[in-house]
């Protein structure tokens, strides 16, 4: 066997790999985990990947490439589905004329997130087609499916993966040979992409139509398959589900879903009657459990415990054989903490000593929430503490609202914090409001990602730089300060008091690149200065980490 | 081998776990077995604890060792022993930094691989293999500094002991 042949990848990867031999012609996303390493991957093996402010612009980019005829790939965590559905519910109606694949990443369990959302469900409200693989060599394969299944139906395809999907390695054996980019082209259609009322409405009927086509064509999908065994006990699942059933029962017939929206219901209806007892086995909601039997097709789901957490090889067999007693808990890791060295860690003592109610946002900086800080009241979605804080300040007695404070890091505030910044200066609090951003130069907690803050493309090369402080006052904040937060000094918590004390609109942006890649960022910055077109593609090359003048 | 080995390596952000369950699972892929290696790292740059599994055979399914199931637990750091014993199965073999001589390694940051020779005493890939993976795995300065750790941990099992 030829190694070159064989390869080990993760999910990821192997989505990233097919979407280079399929011809995809352009990624777009925004980090998350576990779906991260779609996009770095893909750019890593010569595709044009690009990480997007936020995912809803992410799915806009893909959805124009794929109005132009292309093959584009849109990737994000669950979450960031949320962000982008608005698009995509449309999408749907306009359909495609190249491919559109949307990465769905969730993360079942919550090993890195706020919730654990279902976006299968996602596939159902928009009314799209969705595949799950089980395995990297799925997700290689699956990927081909969901373009043709994409340009065949001209519709955007849900590829929706989870954390074990994603980040476990499995054999991946890919195509000898990868597809040559197609030539792009506009063909114009008005009737078909510009969705007011009158192209609408019978858009929504072509989309039913289509749905209709795809369930009877899934009746005979290949990516739906048997694996033969004993009649006593049928199980039906999916997703990562199937190779812990596979463990669980290796006996069982099996109905290995990968084509689950639209849902082959007649195959499904003739496998289990072909079985004694018929067992739905699925992570998170039970989407298929509740499908299957609204079609009048008797199976037994699984029990209410069962929704929470992921499942395993264990929890399978719990299943199996009904045992809803409680399940031992898994003893406790050591949980992760802001760096020793983290520039965050002035700022929280900081905030805790003055006692702010500090709304807060995603990434590092949530660990300020832990011991020895606890100084974060509220997390809710990215780019939520803008609003989350000026709805306190709104409400509040004045001598508590005084005391709210928003917090949030610089890759977030560009993702979704920038609308309510807009926000503050349009309905600001009577007792003014104090936005701190935490500028650390690189998106951290998904593993130093750029972001359009950074000047820097996916691959670190000079781009457009958003200054964050010139939107600030762009916006016509008078109070922009730029702070580099050191220990040994108490300027910074000097800072936030002023602030705190004014009553005006005050935005602090505490500057200091993470520690963690200092280095790595002194080499592109470094390296931005030797390019001879920097200075008009990207600014001036000013060192990230200088001193930062003090603006009142 | 009819039934999957499972391996499980545990131990805190920054010590070298994903990197040793990568090699490792290159071993078992260039022995030509089935592989499926899963991680949990969102949080391990934050210096949380970081686990890996490993399992390679004729064929292998989940990705995840159940618990209690694991046959050898890999542990790069002593508070993590206790968190992870319940994966070990009965008759499972732990090994912990104490199975290696610290003294012969050439530095702290190699201990992932000393105990990874330790491992490597008890599979059937030859050693050449593991080599060869050590080699393609990390940058070839570190080669010598990493053959003397994996050899210095596949050798000082039997001095070291090892509890099961």
Not at chain 1, 30 to 59: C, D, H
Not at chain 1, 215 to 220: G, L
Not at chain 1, 430 to 452: C, F, K, R, W, Y
Not at chain 2, 141 to 152: D, I, K, Q, V, Y
Request: glycine share 10%; hydrophobic share 40%.
């Amino acid at each position: 066997m030829k190694e070159s042949k064989r390869l080990l990848l993760s999910g990821d990867e192997a989505i990233a790999l097919a979407a280079r031999d399929a011809g995809v012609a352009l990624g777009a996303g925004y980090p998350g985990t576990p779906s991260t390493e779609i996009l770095e991957a893909f750019a890593g093996y010569g595709g044009r990947a690009q990480w997007s402010p936020n995912e809803k612009v992410a799915m806009e980019v893909t959805i124009g490439a794929a109005f132009a005829g292309a093959r584009a790939l849109c990737t994000m965590k669950h979450v960031g589905l949320n962000v982008a559905s608005d698009p995509l519910f449309t999408a749907a109606y306009t359909g495609v004329s190249g491919a559109l694949i949307v990465v769905s990443a969730d993360d079942p369990g919550m090993a890195s997130s706020q919730n654990e959302q279902d976006n299968r469900r996602y596939a159902v409200a928009a009314g799209i087609p969705m595949l799950e693989p089980s395995d990297s060599q799925e997700a290689y394969d699956f990927m081909f499916a969901a373009i043709e299944i994409s340009e065949r139906w001209k519709i955007p395809v849900l590829f929706r993966v989870t954390t074990r999907v994603c980040h476990s390695y499995t054999v991946v054996q890919p195509h000898e040979t990868a597809e040559p980019l197609r030539a792009a082209s506009f063909e114009r259609d008005i009737r078909g992409r510009v969705m007011i009322p009158p192209h609408a409405r019978p858009a929504h009927r072509r989309l039913r139509q289509k749905l209709a086509a795809m369930q009877e064509w899934n009746e005979s999908c290949r990516l739906n398959h048997i694996v033969e065994g004993s009649n006593s006990l049928g199980i039906i699942t999916s997703g990562i589900s199937f190779m812990h059933v596979r463990e669980a029962a290796p006996d069982a017939r099996v109905l290995k879903l990968g084509f689950t929206h639209p849902l082959p219901m007649n195959r499904i209806a003739q496998f289990a009657k072909s079985v004694g007892r018929c067992q739905v086995i699925e992570e998170g909601d039970p989407y298929l459990a509740d499908a299957i039997r609204a079609a009048g097709i008797p199976v037994e789901g699984k029990p209410e415990i069962y929704r929470f957490g992921e499942l395993d090889v264990p929890r399978v067999r719990r299943i199996l054989s009904n045992d809803i007693s409680p399940e031992p808990a898994k003893p406790p890791g050591k949980p992760p903490q802001l760096c020793d060295a983290c520039y965050y860690r002035i700022v929280f003592e900081s905030l805790r000593k003055r006692d702010c109610i500090v709304a807060g946002d995603i990434g590092c900086y949530t660990l300020g929430v832990l011991q020895p800080f606890e100084a974060m009241d509220t997390c809710v979605c990215m780019g939520a503490s803008l609003g989350v804080g000026l709805g306190l300040r709104h409400v509040l007695p004045p001598d508590q609202a005084r005391r709210v404070v928003s917090v949030i890091g610089d890759s977030t505030f560009l993702h979704t914090g920038i609308n309510g910044l807009v926000e503050m200066v349009y309905n600001p609090p009577q007792t003014g409001h104090v936005l701190i951003i935490l500028d650390n130069s690189t998106t951290a907690m998904t593993g130093h990602q750029e972001h359009p803050g950074t000047g820097r493309t996916l691959l670190h090369e000079p781009a457009g730089k958003v200054v964050i402080e010139d939107v600030a006052r762009s916006l016509g904040i008078r109070r922009v300060h730029v702070i580099e937060p050191r220990s040994g000094t108490d300027d910074f918590d000097r800072l936030l008091a002023e602030c705190l004390d004014s009553s005006e609109l005050a935005v602090i942006i505490a500057r200091r690149p993470c520690i963690l890649i200092a280095k790595q960022l002194k080499q592109y910055e470094d390296q931005r200065c030797e390019c001879p077109g920097a200075s008009q593609a990207a600014g001036d090359c000013a060192i990230p980490g200088s001193p930062a003048p003090l603006s009142p | 081998m009819k039934k999957a080995i499972n391996v499980v390596v545990a131990g805190i952000g920054g010590q070298g776990v994903l990197k040793g369950t990568d090699i490792l699972a290159d071993v078992a892929l260039r022995a030509g077995y089935d592989v499926k290696k899963s991680e949990i790292k969102g949080m391990s740059q934050r210096g949380g604890s970081v686990t890996g599994d490993v399992r390679f055979g004729d064929r292998v399914f989940s990705p995840m060792v159940p618990g209690g199931e694991a046959d050898f637990l890999l542990v790069l750091e002593p508070t993590q022993v206790e968190p992870h014993r319940y994966m070990l199965r009965a008759g499972g073999v732990l090994i912990t930094p104490d199975a290696v001589d610290a003294s012969r390694l050439p530095n702290r940051k190699t201990l992932n691989v000393a105990l990874l020779g330790t491992l490597s005493s008890h599979l059937p890939m030859a050693e050449d293999v593991w080599l060869e993976a050590l080699r393609a795995g990390f940058a070839e300065s570190f080669h010598e500094g990493n053959r003397t750790a994996f050899l210095a941990g596949r050798e000082g099992r039997k001095a070291a002991g090892i509890k099961p």
